[in-house]
């Protein structure tokens, strides 16, 4: 029974994040502040979320800075992103093994 209470939370919260800007902001944002603000934010909320996993995921730090820096390199070449991917754990399992 408390699963569902947990989940009757979740949606509630859920619910209330999505709802509340909807009252507060009924008419067109016209600020360009507020809207290069809102803008960046889920940019800014992923980078938060992703980097943080990225280096702790393989437990040692060497390893995990070493797959990201071949990862920026080549996306900075701009390759597809499964290429991006694949080098970046190759090159993250290689130097666990060479370590």
Do not use: E, N, Q
């Not at 009252?23 to 603000?37: A, D, V």
Request: hydrophobic share 60%.
């Amino acid at each position: 029974m408390s699963v569902v209470i947990y989940i009757a939370v979740m949606a509630g919260v859920t619910y209330l994040i999505r709802m509340i800007p909807f009252t507060l902001f009924r008419k067109k944002i016209k600020s360009p502040f507020f809207k290069s603000f809102l803008y960046y934010i889920p940019y800014a909320v992923l980078s938060a979320m992703t980097i943080p996993a990225i280096f702790y995921s393989t437990g040692d730090m060497t390893t995990a800075a070493i797959g990201t820096a071949v990862a920026v390199f080549l996306a900075y070449l701009k390759l597809p992103l499964i290429v991006v991917a694949l080098a970046a754990s190759a090159a993250a399992l290689l130097t666990g093994y060479i370590i």
